[in-house]
């Protein structure tokens, strides 16, 4: 778990699923769901969700949307 201030929030994500996974996109650009890295307050968990993103800053760094946050 990140602690306070560790994490980002996008906004009008939607969740797809792509084959067997489900994927969030963000900023346009399509990215796995992290479920298990997830705030406990993002309710978002299957395809057709839409929402808010919250996500440890290191895992928007690591897909290039940190600076968006």
Do not use: N, Y
């Not at 906004?11 to 997830?38: F, N, Q, S």
């Not at 395809?47 to 919250?54: F, N, P, S, T, V």
């Amino acid at each position: 778990m990140a602690p306070d201030g560790a994490w980002c929030w996008f906004d009008d994500v939607r969740v797809v699923l792509e084959g067997l996974r489900l994927m969030c996109i963000v900023e346009g650009r399509a990215h796995p769901l992290p479920v298990i890295a997830l705030h406990p307050e993002c309710t978002l968990a299957s395809a057709g969700d839409r929402g808010r993103l919250g996500v440890p800053r290191w895992w928007a760094k690591q897909r290039g949307l940190a600076l968006a946050a």
